[in-house]
């Protein structure tokens, strides 16, 4: 993982940027606020307005390690362009991402030790966590988001830190995913996301900086995948 713009400035959501690369329909940027996706997180979505107008940013794709920004139409760009993040797209998705914390939190409390085996946060508005859950009746992991939004409620604070991933990878409960954790930044860090006091974990993703800012959540689905499997599927209300 490298670290990102949206990382370092989570409130940057407009910016000059001048063009390395480009084809028709999309481009390579030398910097650039819009996080990638991955880990389960869809990518942000923007704008990019240049000489010739305005053109929305539609998806970003890495490939061998390039960042290349895909464009709404063929516009092949040059120069300096000046960059847009989504910010509605983005804040509903870092919304929907806090909220996983929070309930993978309320999960561990439960049930502790259970590990996620999955996660994804979609761009329209809907979200699911996959738990290494046996012998646990699916009501009651229903009915956690009453407890999610209790913390929703309590307005704790939400902050980003670095640690040394060799230290991070022995300290029990902060690498909790199966599937999702990051890769260390290339100088062998590992971002941690700690919510205030109930959660604490390796995480590359865009979350908000209090939970209160937070719409109410909701869970709309649990269901069995496989024997050991729970699935909870979710939105904001
Ligand atoms: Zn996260």
Not at 142 to 148: F, Q, T
Not at 182 to 201: H, K
Not at 211 to 222: L, M
Request: aromatic share 4%; proline share 4%.
């Amino acid at each position: 993982m490298a670290v990102y713009l949206c990382h370092e400035q989570p409130d940057l959501h407009e910016h000059d940027a001048d063009v390395l690369d480009a084809r028709p329909g999309r481009v390579v940027l030398d910097r650039s606020a819009l996080h990638p996706g991955g880990g389960g997180q869809v990518n942000d979505v923007g704008w990019i307005e240049h000489a010739g107008g305005v053109v929305p940013i539609t998806g970003v794709e890495t490939v061998d390690g390039t960042t290349w920004h895909l464009l709404g139409d063929d516009d092949e760009l040059s120069g300096t362009v000046s960059v847009r993040v989504d910010a509605e797209h983005r804040s509903q998705v870092a919304q929907l991402h806090t909220d996983s914390h929070i309930l993978n939190a309320m999960v561990f409390e439960r049930f502790p030790g259970t590990l996620v085996t999955g996660a994804q946060i979609n761009a329209d508005g809907t979200g699911r966590m996959d738990f290494d859950l046996s012998a646990v009746d699916n009501d009651v992991l229903r009915a956690l988001d009453a407890d999610v939004n209790a913390v929703i409620g309590r307005g704790l604070e939400v902050r980003s830190t670095y640690a040394d991933a060799g230290d991070a990878a022995t300290t029990s409960g902060l690498v909790r995913s199966l599937s999702v954790a990051p890769p260390p930044t290339p100088d062998g860090r590992l971002r941690l996301i700690d919510i205030d006091s109930i959660d604490r974990q390796a995480c590359g993703g865009t979350h908000l900086s209090n939970t209160a800012q937070s719409a109410p959540f909701r869970i709309t689905k649990v269901e069995n995948k496989g024997k050991r499997n729970r699935r909870i599927r979710f939105q904001l209300d």
